[in-house]
Structures are given as C-alpha cells and as structure tokens.
C-alpha cells in the first residue's frame, strides 16, 4: 500500500499570505495525486489533479506541483473562504489520503 | 443541478445494521466508478468500498464481510448496506463519482450522512 503523509498539520495564517503545504508519498506516483478542500457541512471539493491541473472552476491562486513522491499546494493570496482541511490522495495504485493540513485563522 | 445526495446515516446500536443511499442528478451515473469514503470524527478520510459501472465491487479490509455496495443505474442511485456495525464505524459517509478512466479521481462528492455506532 501507498503511504500518504502531509505536513504541517495545521498552520494558522491571515487572510492575503501566501500558504504552501507539502505531501509526500511513501513510493513514487508519478504525477498521479488530486488535493482536496474540505469544510464542515459541505461536500468535499476537487481543487487540483495530475499534481498541477486545476480543475475547473478552482481560483487561480490555487497551484500545485510536484512528481514521483513529494507534491505541494500553494495559495498564492489566502481569502476568507479558504479556512479549510487540505487533503493530498494519489491515484496511482488504489487510491490512498494524506491525514490533512487544517488551514485556520491567525 | 450537479450533485450526489446521500442520506440513511443515523444512530445505530452495535451489531445492528443500516443502508445508506446516494442520488446522483446531473451526471452520467451509470458509466461511473461511484466510490464510499468516510470520515470518522477528528480523522481524516478513509476509503470503504468502491463499485464499477458494471457492478464489480471492492472493499476495504476492515468493513470486508460486513457491508455491501450496489447500485441501480436506472434510479442513479449507489448504496451501501452495512451490517454487524462497530463503534469504530461511526462516522460521515461521503458518496463520491470517479473521472472517467481515473476511477479514484473523485470530480463529485456529496455532502455525507452521519453514521452513529452506539449503545
């Protein structure tokens, strides 16, 4: 089985930084890992695939990159709407997630 | 409108049983991978059971045995029943559609239902 693991995770940041957080996985995926946003009461959004594909609809703040084992997503401006969990999952073999990286407020 | 509608969860005792449903409206159900993930509470995300257009199924290691997926593509509805429940059940059920080829790609998740093992 593939081993997903996120870090940090949690951060605390202000509206308008820049946030990376990083995913690393256990063997190499090649480019097959997706990010998740999730908030309580909602259903979970697709934000980006193949590592740095957004998926339609997702601001353009939001970026990805990485190959083989070790991936990061970026928002380039935090806004008010992003306090979220942030999930890494690959693809590749099955399907695995990462534990999350809650984004909170400062 | 786009969207996966899941509902069934609620408070069940240990050993018992339940069926959760999901609709989908908007999307081509019956060609897709239609996946269950759930949440326990303070967790993250952990795959259930999966189940392909044609009806192959799959499933986790701690839920094999005890709960079943199926679907009717003519209701674009998926189902999970579960059966001989644990505590260690007790979570949010998401209900999730694969992309196309990339079946673990989830483009569509529901909202969830709450699933509560407890005597």
């Known amino acids: 089985d593939i081993q997903m693991t996120q870090s940090p995770s949690s951060l605390s940041a202000s509206v308008g930084d820049r946030v990376t957080f990083t995913c690393r996985a256990s063997q190499g995926i090649s480019n097959s890992l997706a990010w998740y946003q999730l908030k309580p009461g909602t259903a979970p959004k697709l934000l980006l695939y193949g590592a740095s594909r957004l998926e339609s609809g997702v601001p353009s703040r939001f970026s990805g990159s990485g190959s083989g084992t070790d991936f990061t997503l970026t928002i380039s401006s935090l806004q008010p709407e992003d306090f979220a969990t942030y999930y890494c999952q690959q693809y590749f073999v099955s399907l695995s997630f990462g534990p999350g990286t809650k984004v909170d407020l400062k | 409108e786009v969207q996966l509608l899941e509902s069934g969860g609620d408070l069940v005792q240990p050993g018992g049983s339940l069926r959760l449903s999901c609709v989908a409206s908007?999307?081509?159900?019956?060609?897709?991978?239609m996946t269950w993930v759930r949440q326990a509470p303070g967790k993250g995300l952990d795959w259930v059971s999966s189940i392909s257009s044609g009806g192959t199924t799959h499933y986790a290691d701690s839920v094999k045995g005890r709960f079943t997926v199926s679907r009717d593509n003519s209701r674009n509805t998926l189902f999970l029943q579960l059966s001989a429940v644990r505590v260690e059940d007790t979570a949010l059920y998401y209900c999730?559609?694969?992309?196309?080829?990339?079946?673990?790609?989830?483009?569509?998740w529901g909202q969830g239902t709450l699933v509560t093992v407890s005597s």
């Open positions: 999730a559609k694969g992309r196309g080829s990339l079946f673990f790609l989830f483009d569509l």
């Open positions: 908007g999307v081509t159900f019956s060609t897709s991978v």
